[in-house]
């Protein structure tokens, strides 16, 4: 099972601890962590799902080396593009906080029929707003169970 976690690579401290606990989650639940690879949200996901031992996957925009918690760093050369192949990979989507980064892959993944669980993220109509990250990584696990 593949969750993406997507939101800002600056965040705010609430939204990187939140994304911390999401990714000790995901890890806890024995899924990959997938993201974009960079800082803030994406890094907080990524440490708490290695300190949980998890795996982590991060889809980098560019050549660069990503943030310290990746196992495995995919340089995709593709920018914002990158946004298609993150979610299209992941079984369920959880969104932290955001961006038009974060945006971008939210639509993405609706018009593609991915679920996508927010926390404090974009309000729009096929988003599930959760009122923790706890909630939002246990509505993802069980949608990719379901999904798979």
């Known amino acids: ?17 939140a994304a911390r606990a999401a990714g000790s989650l995901i890890a806890e ?17 990524c440490r708490g799902a290695r300190e949980k031992g ?8 560019d050549a660069g080396q990503g943030n310290p918690f990746l196992d495995i760093a995919i340089r995709t050369g593709m920018g914002y593009g ?7 990979s992941a079984d369920a ?17 609706l018009k593609i029929g991915k679920k996508v669980f927010g926390y ?12 923790s990250p706890e909630e939002a990584v246990s509505r993802a696990v069980a949608a990719a169970g379901r999904s798979r």
């Open 93 to 109: 989507v959880v969104a932290i906080g955001g961006g038009y980064g974060t945006l971008s892959e939210i639509a993405i993944a």
């Open 54 to 61: 998890g795996t982590t996957v991060g889809l980098l925009p």
């Open 29 to 45: 639940s024995r899924a990959v962590l997938c993201c974009g690879g960079l800082g803030g949200v994406m890094e907080a996901a």
């Open 1 to 17: 099972m593949q969750i993406a976690v997507i939101g800002k690579a600056e965040c705010t401290e609430e939204e990187y601890e």
């Open 82 to 88: 990158r946004n298609v192949v993150l979610v299209q």
């Open 120 to 131: 404090r993220t974009w309000e729009i109509e096929g988003v599930a707003a959760c009122s």
